[in-house]
């Protein structure tokens, strides 16, 4: 069974969950740890031969240690790139945190010394009508990890985005920096510094922007213990 479990999510879509999840995998990889890793709903999924796939879920096949299939990383694959409960409703499907709560614990099962559950979206993401992905971690009672983009606003979103984690009961175990764009934001190492000082969290590290995204060299950056420790 999975000894350390880890929902992430961002303070928006587009911060970079997926690079930070595969570079935190990475990093528990290089200690020599059993990792595992999964996508439950993905959208904007390409079909391939193989069936629906998605550029996140693959990322993080490719970064854990332990081999899983592709279903079992991302059991729910939607064409359509835009908001999951969207997506599904033209599909044809519907989403429920109870079946995506199923997915996990199934994975919860696997041998290994950490999971990372990846959600979509930000926090308060739909999945149906009556309910948010925030509901499926809520279930489980996991620590959430936080990914903040550095640019103009996040530390508004960050801020509100931990209110909202602890509102639901959760705790926030750590979070990450993410510079999502060349360009270095305006007053960057005061809005570091405004996020260490007012997040309820230790940060596990400040990722630099990289042309061509690599998990593995990014895992550099990371510092796990704080994880690990608890």
């Not at 009961?169 to 990450?176: E, F, K, R, S, Y």
Request: aromatic fraction near 4%; charged fraction near 15%.
């Amino acid at each position: 069974m999975a000894r350390n479990t880890f929902f992430v999510t961002g303070t928006d879509t587009g911060v970079g969950k997926t690079l930070v999840s595969a570079a935190i995998l990475q990093a528990a990889n290089s200690r020599g740890l059993r990792t595992v890793g999964m996508k439950p709903v993905a959208s904007g999924c390409e079909l391939t031969g193989q069936g629906l796939r998605n550029e996140d879920a693959l990322m993080l096949q490719a970064a854990m240690s332990e081999p899983l299939s592709y279903e079992q990383i991302n059991p729910i694959a939607l064409e359509p790139a835009i908001a999951p409960h969207v997506a599904a409703a033209q599909a044809g499907r519907q989403l429920s945190a109870q079946r995506l709560v199923g997915f996990v614990r199934g994975l919860q099962l696997k041998p290994a010394d950490l999971m990372l559950v990846e959600g979509a979206g930000g926090w308060r993401v739909p999945l149906n009508e009556l309910e948010t992905y925030a509901r499926v971690p809520a279930t489980l009672q996991m620590p959430v990890i936080l990914v903040v983009p550095l640019q103009l606003g996040c530390i508004n979103h960050a801020l509100l985005t931990a209110e909202a984690i602890r509102h639901d009961g959760l705790t926030l175990a750590g979070w990450v920096a993410n510079r999502p764009r060349e360009e270095m934001m305006s007053c960057e190492a005061e809005t570091l510094a405004y996020l260490v000082d007012h997040l309820p969290a230790p940060c596990l590290g400040v990722l630099p922007w990289q042309t061509a995204p690599d998990p593995l060299t990014l895992a550099e950056h990371l510092q796990l213990d704080p994880l690990l420790d608890r």
